[in-house]
Nanobody, 122 residues
Framework: VQLQASGGGRVQPGGSLRLSCAASGIASDYYGLGWFRQAPGKETEGLSCLELRDGRTYYALSVKGRFTMSRDNAKNTVYLQMNNLTPEDTAVYYC????????????????WGQGTLVTVSS
């Protein structure tokens, strides 16, 4: 399995970014994909999950209503649209795979790739 997150950068508070995660080698019976983040000095935080079977999504309360996870099956890519960003959203963002059914959002993933840095600052 290979996962490559991209799309991070620097944005002002209130701004938006869309992260992408190109995935390959994922078996058809995997449960889902998800996003999580790691900020300096903070615990890893699960943000969202997407069930591969039906596209159902789940979000952490901290991002619900601001972040939207979606997928493009033709491109084997999932996205995380992030709106109304605040400095508290500054972190390295990762995407990961979930082989089996588990509660979402989640901080424990079976595979993950290099993250992409998001910095929210004026």
């Amino acid at each position: 399995v290979q996962l490559q997150a991209s799309g991070g950068g620097r944005v002002q508070p209130g701004g938006s970014l869309r992260l992408s995660c190109a995935a390959s080698g994922i078996a058809s019976d995997y449960y889902g994909l998800g996003w999580f983040r790691q900020a300096p000095g903070k615990e890893t935080e699960g943000l969202s999950c997407l069930e591969l079977r039906d596209g159902r999504t789940y979000y952490a309360l901290s991002v619900k209503g601001r972040f939207t996870m979606s997928r493009d099956n033709a491109k084997n890519t999932v996205y995380l649209q992030m709106n109304n960003l605040t400095p508290e959203d500054t972190a390295v963002y990762y995407c990961g795979t979930l082989k089996d059914v588990r509660p979402c959002p989640q901080t424990s993933y079976d595979d993950w790739g290099q993250g992409t840095l998001v910095t929210v600052s004026s």
